[in-house]
């Protein structure tokens, strides 16, 4: 298992920035595909963003495409979540995930062993 903690989640107005960052315990990160999931507020927890271990590959939900960028520094034991021109249907609590190491990158939740507990993040109008 590896530990996760979200930060980075705040108050924006519409059209801002914010940057999530996912703090991994442990010597695993590096080989893990890693992913973003976010849950709004009455709505089930759907799918944001994934990075294969290597960085090599990335996966977006089509409502972030081009505004939300995933990345990540293993030697950081990091994954961040870049959010430009923010939206208030955005307003939710970001999760990150990690697979189990070495497989590929999956947008699932189900495919996902290890969770965060969530940062805030709302956009006002």
């Known amino acids: 298992q590896v530990q996760l903690v979200e930060s980075g989640g705040g108050l924006v107005q519409a059209g801002g920035s914010l940057r999530l960052s996912c703090a991994a315990s442990?010597?695993?990160?590096?080989?893990?595909?890693m992913g973003w999931f976010r849950q709004a507020p009455g709505k089930g927890r759907e799918f944001v963003a994934a990075i294969s271990w290597s960085s090599n590959s990335t996966a977006y939900a089509d409502s972030v495409k081009g505004r939300f960028t995933a990345s990540r520094d293993n030697a950081k034991n990091t994954l961040y979540l870049q959010m430009n021109n923010l939206k208030p249907e955005d307003t939710a609590v970001y999760y990150c995930?990690?697979?189990?190491?070495?497989?590929?990158?999956?947008?699932?939740?189900?495919?996902?062993?290890?969770w965060g507990q969530g940062t805030q993040v709302t956009v006002s109008s």
């Open positions: 995930a990690a697979r189990t190491p070495y497989v590929a990158l999956a947008t699932r939740l189900g495919d996902f062993l290890s």
């Open positions: 442990g010597r695993t990160f590096s080989s893990r595909a």
